[in-house]
């Protein structure tokens, strides 16, 4: 059976499918517009504005993966933001560089209070 440490779950659909199979004691992230919780005793809840927050701060919500990237990165340490950063500058046309990069800084910001 899979059980991972981290689980991203972005819609109700998933999070209604997926949230029983994490690991006691793991991280689940969900964005508190589009997904309500139930109580799972066993695992770190963590609800964030994502999508509220990249309205009001960057008004195009095309970057919102980025910015959950950027939560989920701090808050388990698993990688740097300067690693996404050059996997985001070869990937990504240069006009939109600066998007994702105020929007991999915002998720940063919003994963600071949960970081380990």
């Not at 701060?57 to 050059?86: A, D, H, Q, W, Y």
Request: hydrophobic letters at 45%; one cysteine or more.
């Amino acid at each position: 059976m899979i059980q991972p440490n981290v689980l991203v779950c972005l819609t109700q659909e998933a999070y209604n499918k997926f949230y029983e199979i994490i690991r006691p004691g793991g991280i689940l992230i969900t964005d508190a517009r589009f997904v309500k919780i139930q109580k799972k005793v066993d695992a770190q809840q963590r609800e964030l504005p994502i999508y509220e927050s990249i309205m009001k701060e960057i008004g195009k919500p095309i970057v919102f993966n980025i910015c959950m990237l950027g939560s989920v990165i701090r808050m388990t340490g698993l990688l740097t933001p300067e690693s996404i950063m050059k996997v985001l500058e070869k990937r990504i046309p240069p006009d939109f560089l600066d998007m994702n990069r105020q929007a991999l800084d915002l998720g940063l910001a919003l994963g600071e209070q949960f970081k380990p």
